[in-house]
């Protein structure tokens, strides 16, 4: 559209104008200029440059200015201006056929507004989840490490002081929850150790009671629905279980408390004033001892009490049980007599169970307030009572009292339902004047009608004056409903004669369908507009309705019953198409060209048949949902890829910076792992972007490298520091040795020892090997000093052998005078490795480091050259990481 005005407005000019082709604009607009510039005017295109300095940021005018400028590095310019979604879409539309360039700019920014507005739908979306989360009752830390994950990949500065503040409160509720748990289990914990502390019962009982409130504020803290249940009920049980302990401890402290103030009531009394047939009376009527320790103690007080009174004879004591009880049941029985029991003392003098059974039950009904009820009875009790029945005086008196009470209410209520009545008709007479509703009016008339006739049957029957009074009333009351009423049913009559007009209608074009006149889109407007008719139609008689209804559902069903057929077929199609829609591939190049094709045809299959208006437009909606989905797609996708490279991108430069801040520090032993643990995530790590993917590599590769180097620095200066140490420790001994051989030297095995002890100890088995090395050479300084010295002198040899063997295999030349002897055996060697294979080259390999091991605790003479010799080859040793 603002193609089409643009267009209408600088691009269609009639032909001859000045800029009118593309070719020749340039020429005329220079020729403009010119002539503009002998005249002594400003140019057109400094006009408009002049206008552009004097935008001052005004969007508005930046679009006028783009849409009316003939110059593209102006509109350009321009187009720096222009910032919000409306005014860009504009611009878009207007140059997208005209500038490239500012056609470019504008969808540029419109990605930019588009890729922002889905990241902040995004956050949005976690910040509603994260409001939902800390309205649930029970909060999970699995929901909100989800919750972190997902705001670790959004992009939406605006709302992240909102997030930090939702999430703040989740991480507080998790904090109080935990809280609560562990003060749960430190609560059960405290109770069931309660028990076991030795507490008394004024003690017990607080700490019980403390532990309680505690749990019950727990139950209602805000975090209680993550208590585990278990704990909970554990908590209960435990509870009643020492709560019916401590009730068990008080009531046993309460009924010692009482028998120790009787007992010592009747211990501060004279022993003549005690009579131990009372005493024992009154301590059995107290509460039951316990079974043992102060229970105890006070029986055997009171037993003592007992036998310090004098005896008396006690004649009753041979009597039995029974006969001592039997007054107290004497003096019970009257008051245990109760109404049941009445009955049979009468029925010995006439009167039968029901006839008493009836009269109670009247009695009842008095107290009741049920006048109704009551004259029932009394009516059957005149019936009982005239086929002969005798009456004592006592219950013809009983009789008597009870009608004159029957009386006496029934005159009351008689006049209470005249007041009744006339308040009644009070209402009604007022109901004209409250202006109700017709329906309402005519329950209001018929409440009242109901309310009458319960009175009648409670207060008797009514005068005739009120009651044609009250008649009178709700005659006229109702009398505007009953117009009402009847204006219904002339509606409902009309509404019967359309819907009999619809019907034949609809049996009319049955017969036209029938005969091949009708084509289906008109039947479909048909049925639509009869089914709307009929859905307008009104109120109708009960007994038409049902039979207009059957011939209206039959003869819609008739016309409609082949146009769903085909309507089932038409929506197949129309599935069939938004399945194409779906299956189209946002990557491929041509998917625009045939979502077009699917329009055209969908468009097609609209005018040839058209659907019920609630399935044309679900599917219409899903088409159309279909269609900006794959646009939408190719887009997002777009931005999402580079957002997410850029997050791989930014994930592999923190990888190459920690190592490059942990290569200066890097050990021999945490190389390897740290190496590895890089090497794992930036493996784990997607694709970055292609124009960064050399410099992110060559980083990392540099990094790795300095990684590597400072280890292997530090290994080699580790080695180097051994060999020190391993060569120091060996002159040691090689002085010691040396001393030993010379008889006229006279040394201290102590000060040997110090010098020992001052050395730093080896690492890689040189320490054991040196130091029983050692400890033999200051053995044999203290004993067998010749014997050794000889064993010394006899192991030159085979120390020479061994060394030239391990120079041989390190590398190391020998020197000129052993070069015969290394000759063969470097031709032994090589033949032995021959002979068996690619095993013997991995044993000779393995027993370099233990050959030089062999060679160190091999204890031997060796000269100044021969010490040279083996401090080289600690060198190289060291030097290689053995």
């Not at 097609?604 to 794959?630: G, S, V």
């Not at 033949?831 to 095993?839: D, R, T, V, Y």
């Not at 050959?851 to 050259?865: I, V, W, Y």
């Amino acid at each position: 559209m603002f193609e089409f005005l643009f267009k209408r407005q600088g691009g269609d000019k009639p032909a001859g104008a000045p800029g009118e082709q593309s070719g020749s604009r340039p020429a005329g607009g220079q020729q403009a200029g010119a002539d503009a510039s002998a005249a002594g005017a400003p140019s057109p295109r400094e006009q408009q440059a002049e206008q552009l300095k004097h935008l001052n940021g005004d969007e508005d005018a930046a679009v006028a200015f783009i849409l009316s400028s003939e110059f593209s590095e102006l509109r350009l310019a321009a187009a720096e201006l222009v910032h919000s979604r409306p005014q860009l879409e504009r611009v878009h539309t207007a140059m997208r056929n005209l500038d490239r360039r500012v056609a470019k700019l504008m969808q540029s920014r419109l990605d930019a507004i588009r890729h922002h507005e889905a990241e902040l739908r995004r956050g949005q979306e976690a910040l509603a989840q994260a409001k939902a989360l800390l309205g649930d009752e029970l909060l999970t830390p699995n929901h909100v490490a989800e919750l972190d994950r997902k705001w670790s990949i959004i992009a939406a500065p605006e709302l992240a002081p909102e997030f930090d503040a939702v999430r703040a409160e989740l991480g507080k509720r998790l904090e109080d929850q935990v809280q609560l748990q562990r003060a749960m289990i430190d609560r059960l914990a405290a109770l069931r150790q309660l028990e076991s502390a030795g507490l008394d019962a004024a003690a017990f009982g607080e700490r019980l009671a403390a532990l309680a409130t505690e749990q019950a504020a727990a139950l209602v803290a805000p975090g209680h629905a993550s208590l585990p249940r278990a704990l909970v009920a554990d908590f209960a049980t435990e509870q009643a279980r020492l709560g019916a302990s401590l009730a068990t401890i008080e009531q046993d402290r309460a009924v010692l408390a009482a028998r120790e103030a009787a007992l010592a009531q009747w211990q501060a009394q004279p022993v003549a004033e005690l009579k131990a047939e009372q005493l024992r009376q009154e301590w059995r009527q107290l509460p039951a001892l316990p079974s043992s320790g102060p229970g105890a103690q006070l029986q055997q007080r009171f037993d003592e009490l007992l036998a310090s009174l004098p005896q008396a004879p006690r004649p009753e004591a041979r009597k039995p049980k029974q006969e001592q009880h039997a007054p107290a049941a004497a003096a019970a029985a009257p008051s245990a007599e109760t109404p049941a029991a009445r009955p049979q003392k009468a029925q010995n003098k006439g009167v039968d169970q029901h006839f008493l059974d009836r009269l109670d039950a009247m009695e009842a009904a008095l107290q009741q307030g049920s006048l109704g009820t009551a004259a029932e009875l009394d009516k059957s009790l005149k019936e009982s009572k005239d086929k002969g029945m005798r009456l004592t005086p006592a219950q013809a008196d009983r009789l008597n009292h009870v009608r004159a009470e029957l009386k006496r209410l029934s005159d009351w209520a008689r006049w209470g339902g005249n007041v009744s009545r006339e308040e009644l008709i009070k209402s009604v007479e007022a109901l004209p004047t409250q202006n109700l509703a017709m329906g309402e009016l005519a329950k209001k008339v018929g409440s009242m009608r109901e309310r009458w006739k319960a009175l009648d049957s409670l207060s008797g029957a009514a005068p005739r004056s009120l009651w044609e009074r009250f008649d009178a009333a709700c005659t006229a009351a109702y009398a505007p409903a009953a117009a009402h009423f009847r204006h219904l049913a002339d509606e409902r009559h009309a509404n019967a004669a359309r819907g009999q007009a619809l019907v034949e209608e609809a049996e009319a074009e049955i017969a036209r369908l029938e005969s091949g006149e009708a084509d289906w889109k008109h039947v479909s407007g048909t049925v639509q507009r009869l089914r709307t008719a009929w859905s307008h139609l009104g109120a109708i008689d009960r007994k038409d309705k049902k039979r207009l209804d059957q011939l209206f559902t039959d003869a819609l069903n008739t016309l409609q019953r082949p146009l769903e057929e085909q309507r089932k077929g038409e929506m197949s199609v129309r599935e069939q198409l938004i399945e194409e829609a779906l299956g189209l591939d946002p990557h491929d190049r041509h998917a625009v060209d045939a979502l077009r094709n699917l329009q055209a045809r969908w468009q097609e299959h609209a005018r040839a048949l058209p659907l019920e208006r609630k399935a044309e437009q679900a599917l219409w909606q899903r088409f159309r949902a279909a269609c900006d989905a794959l646009f939408a797609q190719r887009k997002e996708q777009a931005h999402a890829a580079d957002a997410e490279r850029r997050a791989h991108e930014a994930a592999k430069e923190a990888v190459s910076a920690r190592l490059e801040a942990a290569a200066p520090e890097v050990t021999p032993a945490s190389a390897g792992k740290l190496l590895r643990e890089a090497a794992a995530e930036w493996a784990a790590i997607g694709p970055v972007p292609r124009a960064h993917e050399a410099r992110v590599e060559k980083r990392y590769h540099a990094a790795v490298a300095a990684v590597q180097h400072h280890a292997d620095v530090a290994r080699r200066a580790a080695g180097l520091a051994l060999a020190g140490a391993v060569r120091d420790k060996l002159r040691l001994i090689q002085a010691l040795e040396s001393a030993i051989v010379n008889p006229d030297a006279h040394t201290n095995p102590s000060d040997w020892r110090g010098r020992w002890d001052a050395l730093l100890p080896l690492e890689g088995g040189y320490e054991p090997v040196l130091h029983a090395r050692f400890e033999a050479a200051l053995g044999a300084l203290e004993g067998e000093r010749t014997s050794y010295a000889r064993q010394l002198e006899a192991n030159r040899e085979r120390m020479l052998h061994a060394l030239l063997r391990l120079e041989i295999a390190a590398g190391i030349d020998s020197g000129a005078e052993f070069a015969r002897e290394r000759l063969k055996l470097q031709v032994e060697v090589l033949q032995s490795s021959l002979k068996s294979g690619h095993k013997s080259a991995q044993k000779g390999a393995q027993g370099g480091a233990n050959g030089l091991l062999d060679l160190l605790a091999l204890p031997a003479l060796a000269d100044a050259r021969t010490e040279t010799r083996i401090e080289q080859l600690l060198a190289r040793s060291a030097k290689d990481g053995r």
